[in-house]
């Protein structure tokens, strides 16, 4: 049975639903602790009636929190080949390093005598990941790629306001960036500025060059790009915007696809972020704890985050604050540790070799898919791509009827976790899919005899594909409700 139809077998209802009064899950003792007048708590503070919790035994509790975990689909269940998220394998080796005591229990106001193993390994990581991408200097501070790409864009503002009096005010986008390009750049105050792509999917300097004035500060480009096309006239790309005073932000979201093979730092970009939990292997979790670390060149360095982990004259590791052009913390202490210990740990694991060897894979594995889903979805940019393949529902909607929205559904009816859709915006229709490196060759045909059983399915029966997803134990839901009217938390019964 394929993890998506599995809720299907529970026949337990949900604890919220089923409380018992006097029906409980423990047994404290009594508190020896006397209530003292000095901490009571303002009255005001206190809640009048009792909290409408279900009252339920353990058993009951445990049962609803475990089905829940196993009506998840997760990277450790299934194929995710979720497009620009990189939902990749996350190695369990990563997890034992990570929970080792001197790791997992360390404090970060531990003195730095303490601690010397810890930020050794904090600022090795820094050294490998600007090794990696071919810049001077790191932060771990930022927790995730968008914080990333704040602080980047930030380091750039403070530059041009130092250098040049102004930190100017647009920022060019191409129009297959991610959504966060822009967020960032109205959250740091400026205006973007759209380049379309031209119809081989990628950035033309001309276009550049067309809208580059004293107003640009930057241009952010992602590469490879969310088409998973290489941006491969980066270079000269980066000379216009240098030219005209600018500078240059990598969104290195997909640098699985490089590792090894290109430095961005080489290319002529200034700064760039890194996705820890998609290029090194930490996990996504639920939108957090994340890392994005922030790889600049000699001119950005003086403005990174504070705290900067350095060796003292003695020899020892300590942490340095002294720095007088710092934007300041983005992040409470050093970012998020436990991701920086997987990370590390991914790296010395994998070591030169492997490195390439993920690289090499994430573009073996999306391009086997290109070419054999290319025999019945239609592929925007059918040639050579890098770490994802996007195709479209042009074929199917135009002999069955069905969209994008059926076939991602119809996905999840064959047990695998859909792609991302609707996504690069600049593609009607898309259908964005990352296989990663990590998944093998019967993965991957599996997925294939999925994808051309829709298709069959499609053609031969269109209103039934438009009832996808009939396996799992929610359907199709009603999408527009569910935007206007969300509930985001259960309430109890009135009464
Ligand atoms: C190309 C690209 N840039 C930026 C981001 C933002 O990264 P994060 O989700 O870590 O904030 C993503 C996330 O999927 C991405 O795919």
Redesign the pocket.
Known sequence: MSIATRGLQFREPLIFEVSSPGRTGHSLPASCVEASGDVALPAGLLRQDAPAWPEVSELEAVRHFVRLSQQNYGIDVGFFPLG??TMKYNPKVNEDVARLPGFADLHPLAPTSWTQGALELYATLERYLAEITGFSAVSLQPA???HG?FTGLRLIREHLITTQGTPRAKVLVPDTA?G?NPATCKMNGYATVPIASADNGLVRPEDVAAVMSDDVAAIMI?NPN?LGLFESQIKEIADIVHAGGGMVYC?G??MNALLGRGRPGDMGVDVMHL?L?KTFSTPHGGGGP?S?PVCVNDALEPYLPVPRVVRGADGAWTVDFDRPATIGRVKAFFGNFGMHVRAYTYIRELGREGLLDVSGMAVLNANYLRVKLGKTYNVVQDRVCMHEVVLNDKHQRRDAGVDTRDIAKAIIDQGFHPPTTFFPICVHNAIMIEPTETESKDTLDAFIEAMETIDRDARANPDGLRQAPLKPIVGRLDETRAVRQPVLRWSPKAG
Do not use: P
């Open positions: 620009s998220c995730a790629g968008a790409e991610h966060t992602t969310t969104d979201a997909n996705n939990h994340g994005g």
